[in-house]
């Protein structure tokens, strides 16, 4: 069991793996498998802090928020700004900014779930617009939720596998063989 997951969900604040220096913004099409789960685990860990402390309804912060894209860039830039209004060094009026900013963020928050199409007890994937010469992409159907927990660990599971390929791949391309399995 990693030090993230000793904790439980209302721990996030305990959480001895914060780091100490201000946190910088997470480009979640940059990250390596390995710094992906990292700050995969990092800030499934503080969304459900956040839900849980401030009792938020899933119209705000639905439990597959992880399959969704615009949620996670949306909680993501929360949780930098969160980490940074209450680092040890940040101004003392710091996080009623981010008590302001968080307001402003559940209600785009609002509108990204009432857009999306996830619910407290089903899930389907965000439409896509499309525009004119563009192929439709396939819709896909509405899933019931039945145990958050473990479909965010097959979301991370693929996630991190996809990151490895393309990790792999890229080292064939400037001629560096495929490593066996993750250095960790």
Same mark, same amino acid.
């Given at each position: 069991m990693?030090?993230?997951?000793?904790?439980?969900?209302?721990?996030y604040?305990?959480?001895?793996?914060?780091?100490?220096?201000?946190?910088?913004?997470?480009?979640?099409?940059l990250?390596t498998?390995v710094?992906?789960?990292?700050?995969?685990?990092?800030?499934d860990?503080?969304?459900?802090?956040?839900?849980?402390?401030?009792?938020?309804?899933?119209? !705000? *912060?639905p439990?597959?928020?992880?399959?969704? &894209?615009?949620l996670?860039?949306? =909680? #993501? %830039?929360?949780?930098?700004?969160?980490?940074?209004?209450?680092?040890?060094?940040?101004?003392?009026?710091?996080?009623?900014?981010?008590?302001?900013d968080?307001?402003d963020?559940?209600?785009?928050?609002r509108?990204?779930?009432s857009?999306?199409?996830?619910?407290?007890?089903?899930?389907?994937?965000?439409?896509?617009?499309?525009?004119?010469?563009?192929?439709?992409?396939?819709?896909?159907?509405?899933?019931? !939720? *039945?145990?958050?927990?473990?479909?965010?660990? &097959?979301?991370?599971d693929?996630? =991190? #596998? %996809?990151?490895?390929?393309?990790?792999?791949?890229?080292?064939?391309?400037v001629?560096?063989p495929?490593?066996?399995?993750?250095?960790?």
């Amino acid at each position: 069991m990693s030090e993230v997951e000793k904790f439980g969900p209302n721990d996030y604040a305990n959480f001895s793996g914060t780091p100490q220096e201000p946190a910088r913004p997470v480009n979640w099409n940059l990250l390596t498998a390995v710094e992906a789960e990292v700050e995969w685990r990092d800030l499934d860990r503080w969304v459900k802090w956040l839900k849980n402390t401030f009792g938020l309804p899933p119209a !705000i *912060v639905p439990p597959l928020w992880h399959r969704h &894209d615009e949620l996670i860039w949306e =909680l #993501s %830039a929360l949780h930098t700004h969160f980490l940074n209004c209450y680092d040890p060094d940040a101004s003392p009026s710091a996080p009623i900014g981010w008590l302001r900013d968080f307001a402003d963020a559940r209600n785009r928050l609002r509108d990204w779930v009432s857009t999306c199409g996830t619910r407290l007890d089903r899930d389907r994937a965000s439409r896509i617009t499309t525009w004119p010469g563009e192929t439709p992409p396939a819709q896909a159907p509405e899933i019931p !939720i *039945v145990d958050r927990d473990e479909d965010f660990e &097959d979301f991370l599971d693929a996630d =991190l #596998s %996809a990151r490895r390929d393309v990790e792999a791949a890229a080292l064939e391309l400037v001629g560096q063989p495929r490593p066996l399995r993750d250095p960790l």
